[in-house]
């Protein structure tokens, strides 16, 4: 077939799925069968109209996972699960120059810049495909590249095993850097969260959640003899956090910006001269970081297994942005081109083999 079927940004608040031409395959490419396609903070913007680089008429998603269809130059076999690392960079400004393409000044992402992956198929380089081995669940696998940003946060902190961790906003990244942190040695992770389902998801995956009429401040302080967190991340990127992260913050800790803010926001400057605080921002990943979320990922050693999803079909696609607009019941809504792949046909599948044995 010369045509795939893909969701297409057509205005503000309104995503079509239509059937347009595969993806013309430039030499050496390879074409990649999706599986997953996860939508986050940048997606919404895009859809909503505040994106400033989107197009009408783009193809949006960049945390994808799929199956090799045509290898070009890749190396890999046909049918060999992937992720992506949707990064394009201009390989020539000083950060591409130093090995720092991931803050290339001209920084642009497959998905807003190049065709995504919600679609059927997507062509992509060579240098951005990641094989995943064949253990690893496809879905499971789409959460690569949001988990490659909290592996280098927490990279980027200079967090040392046995701190005390305060995590700010336990959406999909929160939860993540929670997760990997722990993971890597943190004494104890505390996450606060103003919605009461993703506190019971924290909880569940076995954080300390801050109380509702708690503050973090007063968490981490009753946990440190009055000191504060040694390290603390603002995934949340409210100004009302930014208010609240020196505070919660120990002398000479160390606050690590994680989410991205949209407006100039009000910052305690004065505590971080008196403390003597360090403060770091966080945009991406690198590479390495892409193949440490995969190991992670692999190796099951952050229970993702507790990390709720949502997965609709791609031609429910505009149903997706609304549920991951919400966020209501999941931490991170999946699209997928898979039949029989959605959350929706996998439970209908399953009460229709409930009625069937019933009838036996």
């Known amino acids: 077939m010369n045509t795939m079927h893909a969701a297409r940004w057509t205005a503000t608040d309104e995503v079509e799925v239509t059937e347009v031409p595969r993806p013309t395959v430039p030499q050496g490419w390879a074409l990649v069968k999706v599986a997953y396609n996860g939508i986050c903070g940048t997606d919404l913007s895009i859809v909503h109209g505040k994106h400033p680089r989107a197009v009408h008429g783009l193809i949006p998603g960049h945390e994808m ?85 909290a592996v280098h946060a927490v990279a980027r902190s200079g967090m040392e095993a046995g701190d005390t961790v305060a995590v700010f ?119 390495a970081d892409m193949t440490r979320a995969i190991e992670l990922i692999a190796s099951g050693a952050l229970g993702l297994e507790g990390f709720p999803t949502r997965a609709f079909a791609l031609a429910d696609s505009a149903a997706a942005f609304d549920a991951a607009t919400t966020g209501q019941d999941c931490l991170k809504v999946l699209v997928t081109p898979l039949p029989g792949a959605s959350d929706d046909a996998v439970a209908a599948a399953a009460a229709g083999a409930v009625i069937e044995e019933a009838a036996l």
């Open 65 to 149: 996972s799929g199956w090799i269809e045509e290898p070009g130059d890749s190396g890999l076999a046909v049918g060999t699960l992937v992720v992506v690392e949707p990064l394009i960079s201009c390989g020539e400004c000083l950060s591409c120059r130093g090995g720092n393409a991931h803050v290339c000044s001209r920084l642009g992402l497959y998905g807003i810049d190049a065709p995504g992956a919600m679609a059927d198929l997507v062509a992509l380089p060579p240098h951005v495909l990641h094989a995943v081995p064949d253990s690893v669940d496809p879905r499971t696998a789409a959460l690569a590249e949001p988990l490659a940003v």
């Open 169 to 287: 906003g336990a959406g999909p990244i929160g939860v993540l850097v929670a997760l990997v942190a722990r993971h890597e040695g943190a004494g104890q992770v505390v996450i606060t969260e103003p919605s009461p389902w993703r506190r019971s998801v924290a909880h569940d995956l076995g954080l300390t959640v801050v109380p509702e009429d708690a503050t973090m401040t007063s968490v981490v302080a009753e946990l440190t003899g009055g000191e504060g967190a040694d390290t603390t991340f603002d995934s949340a990127a409210h100004p009302c956090v930014a208010a609240e992260v020196t505070a919660a913050t120990r002398v000479l800790g160390r606050i690590v910006v994680v989410g991205v803010y949209k407006q100039p926001t009000a910052l305690d400057l004065q505590a971080i001269c008196f403390k003597e605080q360090s403060m770091v921002g966080v945009r991406v990943y690198t590479t």
